[in-house]
């Protein structure tokens, strides 16, 4: 699937939007490594970008990005609109990470 055909709009500029499918997702649950939280911290009593953290979202993203993708894909979908992230904390150090939107087809208008 093509990433330029998955907006967090309501259309597709240039496309024509012939057939919704419905909702589309995909979810991970991510927690960081006892070295990773102790790493994230020794980085916290400096302050400033917490690297180990903003890696640790930055994977959860990507990976439920790549879910919700694969999903549209199997519904037949070529593009995704009103694509939306949620996270929520399942536990104390444990976050689900939640992609999703509608799976649309589309053509060339």
């Known amino acids: 699937m093509d990433r330029s ?3 967090t ?3 597709l500029d240039g496309y024509k939007i012939t057939k919704q499918l419905g909702v589309v997702r995909g979810i991970t649950v991510r927690s960081r490594s006892v070295v990773g939280n102790f790493a ?7 302050g400033g970008r917490l690297s180990i ?3 640790l979202c930055e994977n959860a993203r990507e990976e439920a990005f790549q879910l919700l993708m ?3 894909q199997a519904m ?5 609109i009103n ?4 996270a929520n904390e399942v536990m104390n150090g444990i976050t689900e990470v939640l992609a999703y939107g509608t799976a649309v087809v589309v053509e060339k208008a």
């Open 83 to 86: 694509m939306r992230y949620d």
């Open 53 to 55: 953290y903003v890696e």
């Open 70 to 72: 694969q999903h549209a």
């Open 5 to 7: 055909l998955i907006t």
């Open 9 to 11: 709009s309501i259309g």
């Open 76 to 80: 037949g979908a070529n593009a995704v």
């Open 40 to 46: 994230g911290g020794i980085q916290s009593l400096f």
